[in-house]
């Protein structure tokens, strides 16, 4: 079964620090990845997603991601984090066999520090 | 637009409890998915049906049961409350147009003592 598993649990970071977290999931087929982002006492909403074509791809303030393929790796940056960065992130699939069905990673939560 | 809207937003229920989680969505999306989020956990799939009158078991089905009423609606109902169901829930729709982006609702906060 395909799976999603984030490095990280809890990150703590000072504001204008780099962020990187983790991502690697299990499946030999293509796959369309995602970030989503939850902020406190909010719903989840995209951040940025990868689908075909360039491996490393833009998203919402300021954050990127990068697929490399034969890491099995979306990880998600961030050059210069800002306390309302202050989030849970969870790393996302869907594979060719299931395009509609997501698998979501365990999650990371980020706290910046002002 | 409201997007994806789901009643109750909290709840707390008795052991053995019975109640029914309501979603509705309003873009047209042919998917939509229930997902329990538990910390440490993340969000774990419950059920989703891909198009009306369709529905299929995610990870963690047991104990709960869904209908997809028509396709705006998909609700989930536990049956028998138990301690174990106390999480937050999300239900989530999505398209083929936009690769399955998921559009998530605000949550419910279920508590099960």
């Known amino acids: 079964a395909q799976s999603v598993s984030q490095h990280n649990h809890h990150v703590i970071l000072s504001e204008a620090a780099s962020l990187e977290l983790g991502c690697n999931y299990s499946?030999?087929?293509?796959?369309?990845l995602f970030w989503y982002v939850q902020y406190p006492g909010q719903h989840l909403q995209l951040l940025l997603k990868?689908?075909?074509?360039?491996?490393l791809v833009k998203g919402i303030k300021g954050f990127e991601a990068e697929f490399i393929k034969s890491k099995f790796s979306f990880n998600l940056r961030k050059p210069s984090v800002q306390w309302s960065d202050t989030a849970e992130y969870f790393c996302?699939?869907?594979?060719?066999?299931?395009?509609?069905?997501?698998?979501f990673g365990p999650g990371t939560s980020l706290s910046v520090i002002p | 637009n409201a997007g994806v809207t789901q009643t109750p937003k909290f709840q707390v229920l008795k052991t053995g409890q019975s109640m029914t989680l309501q979603c509705a969505q309003d873009?047209?999306?042919?998917?939509m998915y229930w997902y329990r989020q538990d910390p440490g956990m993340g969000l774990r799939l419950i059920y989703y049906?891909?198009?009306?009158?369709?529905?299929d078991k995610g990870e963690v089905p047991n104990g709960y049961n869904v209908s997809r009423l028509n396709k705006r609606e998909f609700s989930l109902r536990l049956e028998s409350a138990a301690p174990s169901q106390t999480s937050v829930y999300f239900c989530?729709?999505?398209?083929?147009?936009?690769?399955?982006?998921?559009?998530f609702g605000p949550g419910t906060r279920l508590t099960v003592t």
């Open positions: 989530a729709s999505s398209t083929l147009a936009e690769s399955y982006k998921q559009y």
């Open positions: 499946y030999g087929g293509t796959v369309n």
């Open positions: 990868y689908f075909s074509g360039d491996p």
């Open positions: 996302a699939v869907t594979t060719k066999t299931s395009y509609d069905k997501v698998i």
């Open positions: 873009m047209n999306h042919n998917s």
């Open positions: 049906s891909a198009s009306e009158g369709t529905t």
